[in-house]
């Protein structure tokens, strides 16, 4: 009988890396360097030499593997195919089919983002549901959304792509996506920052930002101590949260709304701003929707990876 299940997380600089029993436990988990040289022709040879070396160290056959799932930073289609991963240096690419005939057994692909989603609805903050919405606010803001236990990836693979709602029209600064008044420009780490110096330029009045350097860290720290900018700052923050994720909810109606990232390390402070301002904006069905954190941060793309390659294998 099939035992295991590989889930993959391409990243830039690494590749995480964690062998699965199909129940979901995760039995060894390791790291390969992302080698983005020569168009990161290197990259998946590189894992799938890393994946036989570590099954053969654990005495796993490639019979007792159902399946391998990777989530990399890029657009991933319908037909499996990645359009572009910029920070790999990939263009069009048929990742899961490369990586089949390296590894000689069936893989299969999907963003990222989503398959992080994946993850916490399998094994994190979204256990036990099958409609989940994930926000990741890290040095930008990425989402995904599962659907029935499935993940919306769209028509060109940008489903989830959370981070790009136009919440500010008047916004005149560009987001690296090319246009203005995305979300991540609010909400994202450097977003958070952004707003910090904008408070702090707008009076002399006092605050302990005013005494270091100014980190989406150091907003939280000031906040939950009381300090009036830092407050002003988190206001704005979980206004443009709250309206989008109150969007979102209209739009998919979640079981739950699931935050991580690094900036989800600010906790329930975090929870509690932008819930306060979801409810009041959210439909009247969906306001008591609940906004959790992520819990099984870093590890959530290698076991959404995993779930990707489970559910493969059962179609």
Not at 78 to 101: H, T
Not at 120 to 130: C, H, I, T
Not at 221 to 226: E, F, I, L
Not at 242 to 260: C, N, Q, Y
């Amino acid at each position: 009988m099939v035992k295991y299940l590989i889930g993959i997380d391409v990243g830039g600089t690494s590749v995480k890396c964690g062998l699965f029993t199909t129940e979901g436990e995760l039995k060894h988990k390791w790291a390969v360097t992302t080698r983005t040289s020569d168009g990161g022709t290197m990259i998946l040879p590189d894992i799938a030499e890393s994946v036989k070396a570590k099954l053969w160290e654990l005495g796993v056959a490639k019979d007792d593997v159902a399946g391998a799932g990777l989530g990399v930073p890029g657009p991933v289609g319908p037909d499996g195919i990645v359009s572009v991963a910029v920070n790999l240096g990939w263009g069009r690419k048929d990742v899961a089919g490369e990586f089949s005939e390296l590894i000689g057994v069936p893989a299969v692909v999907g963003n990222d983002a989503n398959v992080a989603a994946l993850g916490e609805m399998w094994a994190g903050g979204g256990k036990g549901a099958r409609n989940v919405v994930m926000v990741t606010l890290g040095t930008g803001v990425g989402g995904g959304i599962i659907t029935d236990g499935k993940i919306v990836s769209g028509a060109h693979g940008a489903g989830g792509e959370i981070g790009h709602f136009n919440v500010n029209p008047d916004e005149t600064i560009c987001c690296n996506c090319g246009n203005a008044g995305c979300l991540e420009q609010y909400t994202s780490a450097t977003g958070i920052v952004r707003l910090a110096n904008e408070e702090l330029a707008a009076s002399d009045e006092a605050s302990v930002l005013r005494n270091d350097e100014v980190t989406s860290k150091n907003v939280w720290d000031a906040y939950k101590a009381g300090d009036a900018v830092a407050a002003r700052v988190v206001d704005k923050f979980a206004t443009y949260l709250g309206r989008a994720l109150a969007v979102i909810a209209s739009t998919t109606d979640p079981e739950v709304f699931i935050i991580g990232g690094g900036v989800s390390n600010a906790g329930q402070p975090l929870i509690d701003a932008v819930s306060a301002v979801y409810r009041k904006m959210a439909f009247s069905a969906c306001k008591d929707t609940p906004i959790v954190l992520a819990e099984i941060g870093n590890d959530a793309g290698i076991y959404g990876a995993a779930k990707l390659a489970l559910d493969a294998a059962a179609e």
